[in-house]
Structures are given as structure tokens and as C-alpha cells.
């Protein structure tokens, strides 16, 4: 419809996720997470100005991701000392894992273009929570939230 248009797309993602603790006597820590994402998004966008090869887009969608894989890297501070520790992620729904494997949210974006060189912002907030729902009874819950930007050429 020349103003309106659907796009859809297979992407990597790398997420980062940082965990700290609230300090209390004898505890302390700062884990540092990088998830690697296979996404597929959705995304319908609308022509809202343009002129002179130049033109401004927004738009709205989902997505619906598998986490690949992701390592973890942590700084403990207890009553024992000090300690370093890194490895890799967990991924399934048991108690004792730490990822979820799936993912789905909704995207929310806007975009500058001149002629096929566009730049896009895209905001990306999960609807599904990170955290198995064995873990805790299915008590705690986190969703993750992604900001990225995009420079593409259309073809």
C-alpha cells in the first residue's frame, strides 16, 4: 500500500542482563549475563513524512525467540572472601536452570530513511518472564527489555 507496509525478519540477537544485590553484612553480587538470541520478528510500519528521498517510519510488532546460548560472569563478596566465578548459562524450565529457552514480545519502532539507507531504533519488551516457572514456585518473575538500532540498505 506504498504507505503502509509488513516486514519480517530472522536476526542474532546479544542481549546483556546485569544482576546486582542489594549489600547486606557478609553478601554481595554483581553477576554480568550475554544471552545470544535467534529471533523471527513481525513488524508493520507506516510512512509518516517524507520528501526528497528522505522519510520517517513508525511501526509496531512481535517477536518470538530461542536463547541460544549465554555465559555468566560474577563478583561474590561473603563472609569467606572474595571469589570470582564464570560459565556458561542453564537453559530449560527445571529448577535448577537459569534461562528460559523461549522468548516473545512485542517491538515498538521508528525509522529515518534516505533513499534504500534507513537507521532504526527499535524498542523490544518481553511479555514472557526469563525466570523458569519452576524456579521459586513460579513466585519470582523478570522480563527482559532491549533497546537496539539498526543501519540496513534495501536491495
Not at 37 to 45: D, S
Not at 52 to 59: A, D, I, P
Not at 69 to 88: A, H, L, M, P, W
Given at each position: 500500500?506504498?504507505?503502509?507496509?509488513?516486514?519480517?525478519?530472522?536476526?542474532?540477537?546479544?542481549?546483556?542482563?546485569?544482576?546486582?544485590?542489594?549489600?547486606?553484612?557478609?553478601?554481595?553480587?554483581?553477576?554480568?549475563?550475554?544471552?545470544?538470541?535467534?529471533?523471527?520478528?513481525?513488524?508493520?510500519?507506516?510512512?509518516?513524512?517524507?520528501?526528497?528521498?528522505?522519510?520517517?517510519?513508525?511501526?509496531?510488532?512481535?517477536?518470538?525467540?530461542?536463547?541460544?546460548?549465554?555465559?555468566?560472569?560474577?563478583?561474590?563478596?561473603?563472609?569467606?572472601?572474595?571469589?570470582?566465578?564464570?560459565?556458561?548459562?542453564?537453559?530449560?524450565?527445571?529448577?535448577?536452570?537459569?534461562?528460559?529457552?523461549?522468548?516473545?514480545?512485542?517491538n515498538?519502532l521508528?525509522?529515518?530513511?534516505?533513499?534504500?539507507?534507513?537507521?532504526?531504533?527499535q524498542?523490544?519488551?518481553?511479555?514472557?518472564?526469563?525466570?523458569?516457572?519452576?524456579?521459586?514456585?513460579?513466585?519470582?518473575?523478570?522480563?527482559?527489555?532491549?533497546?537496539?538500532?539498526?543501519?540496513?540498505?534495501?536491495?
Amino acid at each position: 500500500f506504498g504507505n503502509i507496509w509488513s516486514e519480517t525478519g530472522l536476526a542474532v540477537y546479544q542481549k546483556g542482563y546485569r544482576l546486582r544485590s542489594v549489600p547486606v553484612p557478609d553478601y554481595a553480587a554483581d553477576v554480568r549475563f550475554r544471552l545470544h538470541y535467534l529471533a523471527l520478528n513481525q513488524n508493520i510500519l507506516v510512512k509518516v513524512m517524507g520528501k526528497n528521498g528522505l522519510s520517517f517510519s513508525t511501526g509496531a510488532g512481535f517477536f518470538v525467540s530461542t536463547l541460544l546460548n549465554g555465559r555468566y560472569k560474577g563478583d561474590y563478596n561473603t563472609i569467606i572472601g572474595q571469589r570470582q566465578e564464570e560459565g556458561n548459562i542453564k537453559i530449560g524450565n527445571a529448577t535448577n536452570d537459569d534461562f528460559r529457552s523461549i522468548d516473545a514480545g512485542l517491538n515498538i519502532l521508528v525509522r529515518s530513511q534516505y533513499k534504500n539507507i534507513h537507521l532504526t531504533m527499535q524498542y523490544s519488551p518481553s511479555f514472557i518472564s526469563h525466570v523458569p516457572a519452576s524456579y521459586n514456585n513460579g513466585d519470582y518473575t523478570e522480563k527482559l527489555r532491549s533497546v537496539s538500532f539498526t543501519l540496513g540498505y534495501e536491495f
